[in-house]
């Protein structure tokens, strides 16, 4: 028998409410690799999948993916001031249309510069560039809200939308693993094209856009609530259509697993006894 190393202990004599070793690493460095699968079926995936991959290949080795993701949010923050210049002067919305290619540029490029380069932080990557959209997208919605081609009340039903499906997006990623970039062939980059061609069209159709009235409401602010509630009731019925999808799968996995709970707060997973699985 092999005299037992120095200062090491067996798992079993690990006496409880004790943190081993391995249970103490940083949540950032434990798991390091996990990723997940990415689904963009988005109008112009394809294409801009192609122009991502040609611009990381020849993005200089000193910009770094936190440069692109600063560059996407600093677009943003231009969207904002060039819709709120539209109230001056038309020729601010050239400004806004710079700043959603840069806010594009940024925020797509980043995690493919990080992926092409091969040097990936899977956790705060991630923490950080979603942080960043969401923020992004709120300079982006508000700027819309105070242009002169949108109403703020549309706006904020706009970003609701926008932060809805967000929100069950990144759920996804945790339950499921999987990244769903568009839903009914509308991301990102097509609700930037959306906008850019919006405020193009406000130039052309003049300053009665918002002020058109039926029975004393806007009638842009019906149109974008009418489409609010069509969005939340397809968000419902996709909520149940996953949920059933999905409930075997979670059943099987979660009935080989009791959760308990640590005097020290750390979830730790005791494996009951493995039961018949077939798929």
Known sequence: MKPPIAGSRDKASVRPGEVSARAAVSPLKRDAQVAHKRVN???????????LRWLAERTPTRVMPDHMTALGVAGAVLVLI??????????????????????WLGDSLDG??????????????????HSCDLISQTFIFIG???????????????????????????????????????????GATELRVGIAAWSL??????????????????VLDEAIGGMWLLVFVGFIWMVRSDLSKFHDIFAREEDGREFANDSNGIDAV???????FSV
């Open 270 to 276: 005791r494996r009951a006894p493995a039961k018949p």
């Open 112 to 129: 493919t510069l990080a992926r092409y380069r091969r040097i990936e932080r899977p956790r705060f990557g991630y923490f950080m560039d």
């Open 41 to 51: 079926m988005g109008l112009l995936a394809e294409p801009e999948r192609r122009a």
């Open 82 to 103: 060039g819709l709120l210049g539209a109230n001056i002067s038309p020729l601010f919305v050239m400004l806004a249309i710079f700043g959603l290619f840069l806010n």
């Open 201 to 218: 069209f406000g130039i052309w159709f003049g300053p009665g856009l918002t002020g058109a009235e039926i029975v004393h409401h806007r």
């Open 144 to 186: 819309l809200g105070v242009s002169p081609y949108f109403t703020m009340f549309s706006a904020l039903l706009a970003l609701s939308m926008y932060l809805l499906m967000s929100s069950y997006t990144y759920l996804k990623v945790m339950v499921l693993g999987t990244h769903q970039l568009s839903y009914g062939g509308m």
